[in-house]
């Protein structure tokens, strides 16, 4: 095949691929996430991907609210879990249902003790005067799946700053001067 049909051809198939992608009602899941398990992650490997012995897989998968599926609490009541594959060389991180202030916190700060600077907070954070906190979780909650190869899960940082880049913020503690008192302070700001 001469190099112009098959570029061409590789042209056509990205095509197809994008608007498939983009096309939500034509999208092949193998188990719709609605039908979701916790205990059936959303990746599982191929074979040939057990087989990679490098172990350089990385995926992720992010939505929206998932009715029925409860947020995490697992130990010191953290809002997400860990799950170390020692047969595969795999990390798996799961957070579920969730405002974007208490993923990138891991609940570990409580939500009112975060500065926002952000244009519509009423995306980051439920306040009461928003009505139900039901209803703002299901426009505003996600839900957050991450495989990684198990080395490079060095510290919870990795899942921070992968979140920072999906909702297009930065955050972490900075001194802040609080009622005359400075203070050390979580802080999410968002990136133009």
Known sequence: MTNYKWSILNGLILLALSGYAQDKKTVPFEKPLTQFNDQNPVFKLKAEQVENKHRHLHFYALT??????KPIVSQFNVNFLAQKDEEHGTHRIKMYN????????YGLIKSNEVILEVRDSSKYRYNPRYGSKQ???????????LLLPENTLKSA????????????????????????????????????
Do not use: P
């Open 64 to 69: 929206g609210y998932r009715e029925g599926v």
């Open 157 to 192: 940082n990795v899942v921070r700053n992968h979140l920072c880049s999906l909702f297009k913020v930065k955050c972490g503690y900075q001194k802040r001067l609080i009622k005359n008192v400075e203070k050390n302070i979580f802080v999410i700001t968002e990136i133009n």
């Open 135 to 145: 209803r703002w979780l299901r426009k505003n909650a996600y839900c957050y799946e």
């Open 98 to 105: 969730l405002s974007i202030t208490d993923m990138l916190t």
